[in-house]
């Protein structure tokens, strides 16, 4: 087989090799821990493309081919192997969820900041309660009522239930986070809501998924500013969501 042979052999396992990548990373569900799910279908579509292209590469390949140097071979040769290699290497050794050290290095002075777009575009809430007299919401949801006085009063001592990453902060006080993702996995930012356990506590390990139940109070931690803490009725263990992320 001759040098020209081999490279259009490569190329075409190559474009096979990342269309099945492509195609791996959407059907395993890894791509709902890289991007927003507007863009995930994205992926799906790159991946049946570069498979289509590779068949057609095949398909289409010319009767004879010219003679390839041994250097332009290698290089070329070098230059797909790099490419798959590092795109596999990176799909797998993505982390399917963030770290303690990632929240510590993502955390914002402000979590209201990055969401005043988000409140000020939505529409009022309309809270729904359960049979229990309890409002099954998201950490997003505690934070962008601290955008409105209207929604801060009426959030004021609601007995709420919702899900997130328990974070230890010191004594009978912990932080339930989420990530909000605006367009992938780099963008992402913790929306912390802090919980006070008054009748004691039985802590978890750092980062466990939890749902949390308890009372609603706004304080004025930052001047002007008052933000969410919920007075801890129950605290239990949850398995990992498939959906991770907020949006």
Not at 127 to 136: F, L, P, R
Request: include cysteine.
């Amino acid at each position: 087989m001759t040098l020209a042979r081999l490279h259009h052999l490569g190329v075409g396992l190559a474009l096979g090799t990342l269309g099945t990548v492509f195609l791996h990373t959407t059907a395993s569900g890894q791509v709902k821990t890289l991007l927003h799910p507007m863009l995930q279908p994205l992926v799906l579509g790159a991946g049946l493309c570069l498979l289509a292209a590779a068949a057609l590469h095949f398909l289409l390949a010319p009767p004879a081919f010219a003679p390839m140097a041994a250097p332009l071979f290698a290089k070329n040769a070098a230059r797909d192997a790099v490419v798959v290699a590092a795109l596999i290497v990176g799909v797998a050794c993505a982390p399917r969820s963030f770290s303690s050290l990632a929240l510590a290095n993502r955390t914002s002075v402000d979590p209201t900041a990055m969401l005043r777009g988000k409140a000020a575009a939505a529409d009022a809430p309309a809270w729904q309660k359960d049979a229990g007299g309890t409002i099954h919401l998201e950490a997003v949801d505690l934070l962008m009522a601290a955008e409105k006085p209207e929604t801060i009063a009426e959030m004021e001592g609601q007995h709420v239930r919702f899900i997130g990453q328990y974070v230890p902060v010191d004594g009978e006080r912990f932080k339930m986070t989420r990530f909000l993702m605006f367009c992938c996995a780099a963008d992402a930012q913790p929306i912390n809501v802090r919980v006070n356990a008054e009748h004691g506590l039985t802590p978890l390990p750092a980062m466990a998924w939890a749902e949390v139940t308890g009372t609603v109070h706004y304080r004025e931690e930052i001047p002007g500013k008052k933000l969410p803490e919920i007075t801890l009725d129950a605290l239990k263990t949850i398995p990992e969501p498939s959906d991770k992320f907020l949006y």
